[in-house]
C-alpha cells in the first residue's frame, strides 16, 4: 500500500482509510473474520504528542469480536501500516494502542491540500445531509435582547455553522411564546403607553407592567393607528388586538438586535398558532391512545401543610416511565396547557421536518430537561425509532466594568441591552468571547477585559495572530515575494510542527458538531494561535527562522505558503464561530 504525496483527503481522514484498508487486508488473508463491526474504531493524536503523530485504537476495539487479543491482533495491523510510504513507524503502546509517526512529507502533503482547499478545508461530508433543527434564543418577546440571551444566542449560532461545515442540512428556529401571561402584560403595558402617546398622564408605570422605555414607539404607533379609540375601551375590546400589535414590534425589535451579532433564524414559529391549530390536543389524544397521559392527582408540593393542599385531577404524562422522577402535568387546574403540554405538541411538529432536534436553553431550565427528553422520545418514536434531541444549557453571563458588576440601563427596565454591548464592544469579540468557555460554565464579561490588547485577552491573541500573518504577507510583497509551494521541503521541524496543530481543524470540526459543542472550535482556534506566536518568537530570536529570508528567496515563499495556509484555518474557523478575521490592528 502506498498513500500519495497529494492527498485527496485531509491526512487525519486519509489514515482512517489506510487503517481500514489494512483490516481488509488481515480479512483477506484470513487472519481477521468478516463481519466484525469497526464503527468504534477511531484515528487521532496520541495524547502524549512524544508518542507520535497519530494513534488508532482499531486492535483494541477489535480483538475481541475477532478472537484474538489487542497486541496480537496489533502486531498484524503495524506490519500493514509500515508498507505505507509516508509512515516512518509504527508502534504498539500499552495493551493495543498503535502510535504512528509520519514523515515530512505526509505533512508537507497536508499543507499543500490546505492551499488545494482553501476556504472549504474542515468541511465535512459526515452529516450525509440529514437535518438537524437548532432552536436557540427564543426568548419571550416582551422586550429587547439582553445580554442574558447573548451567550444562548451565539452558541446556538455557532452550532447551527457548524453542523452546516460538518454536512448537515440545518433548521435555526426561533419559539414565539405569544401565548402565555406574559404576552398579556406586554400588551397591559403598550396600553399605558399609549395612552402616554395620546398625551394622558400615566404617571409611575404600574406594578406589574413592563416599565422599560423601548414601549414608548410601541404605544406611539398604536396612537397613529387606532386614535383615542381604546382609550376608554374596557380592556376586553383592545386586549387581543394590543397582544398581537406589540409581539409583533418586539419581535421586529428582536430580530434586529439579533441582526447586530450576525444572526438570522430561517423559521419562527408561534405558540399562539401552534395552540390555535389544536395540536396540543391532538398530542393529548396520541398520548392517551398509548397509555402516556392519564388524569391523575399531583401530590402535595414538600413543605405543604395538608390543609394548604387541594388535589385536583390533572393529565399527567408517564414521565416516569422515560427516567423523569415523577409524573407531570400537561395542563393547568384552569384547563390551560402548562409549558411542558405546548412544548410536547410544538417539538413533534419540529420533528416532522428534520432527523435530529437541539435546544438551546438557559441553565434556570435545568430541572425541565428530563421530562421533555422524555415527552420527545414518545412523540417522535410513534411512527419507529424516537428521533436523536438533546438539550444543551447555556449558564449566565456576569456583565463587569472593571471588576464590578454593572449598573443596569434604565431605558431598558433594569437590563442592559445586547445592542448596548455590541455597539460598545463589537460583534467580533462578543462573540468569540461567548465561547470561550464552555456553555455550562459560568463566565464573567469584563468590558475592559474583552478588548485588551494583550494575549491574556484570547479575543486579541487569536486577531493578532491573523493580522500579524497578513501584515507579514504585504511586507513580502513589497519586497517581491509571494507564497510559493516550491519549496516545502526546505521547511523544518519548527514549521512542521504549526502543521500539525492546524490538521487538527477537518478532525475537530466532525467531533465538535458530534458533541453539538461549538465551543471547541474556540478552543482550538486559541491553540493554533499560541503555535504561531511561539514559531513567531522564535523568528525573534534567530534571523534564520523569520518568515523572511531575504537572501533566501524560495524558503521565504514556502514560509510565506505556510503563514498564508495558517491565516487560512484561522478564517475558516472563525467563519464557523461567525467571526470576521482581521487583517490589521
Known sequence: MTQQADQAAPIFHAFAGH?????????????????VNRGAVTVESPRDPSHGDLATNAAMVLAKPAGTNPRALATQLVAELEKLEQVKSAEIAGPGFINLRLSDAAW?????????QGGNYGRSAVGAGTTVNVEYVSANPTGPMHMGHCRGAVVGDALASLLEWAGHKVIREYYVNDAGAQVQVLARSAHVRYLEALGRAVGEIPEGLYPGDYLVPVGQALAEEF???YADAPEAEWLALFRVRAVAKMMDMIRDDLALLGIEHDLFSSEAELQAAGKPEEAEAWLRSVDLVYDGELEAPKGKLPDDWEPVALPLFRSTKFGDDQDRPIKKSDGSWTYFGADLAYHYQ????????????????????????????????????????EVKLVQMVQLLRDGEPVKMSKRSGNFVTLREVVEEVGKEVVRFTMLTRKPEAMMDFDFAKVVEASKDNPVFYLQYAHARICSTLRKGAAEGFAPSADGLDLLGEEELALVRTGAQFPRLVEAAAAAREPHRIAFFLADLAAAFHAYWNVGNDRPDKRFIVSENGTLTGARLFLASQIGQIIRNGLAILGVTAVEEM
Not at 489494512?22 to 481477521?32: F, N, P, R, W
Not at 435546544?359 to 436523536?388: E, Y
Open 108 to 116: 508537507l502533503g497536508e499543507l499543500a491540500l490546505i492551499g488545494a
Open 227 to 229: 386614535g383615542d379609540t
Open 19 to 35: 487503517v481500514a484498508a489494512a483490516l481488509d487486508a488481515l480479512v483477506a488473508a484470513g487472519q481477521l473474520p468478516e463481519g
Open 350 to 389: 419540529k420533528a416532522q421536518a428534520a432527523d435530529a432536534l437541539v435546544d438551546i436553553w438557559g441553565a434556570d431550565h435545568a430541572g425541565t430537561v428530563k421530562r421533555i427528553k422524555a415527552a420527545v422520545a414518545a412523540m417522535t418514536g410513534r411512527d419507529g425509532a424516537a428521533k436523536p434531541f
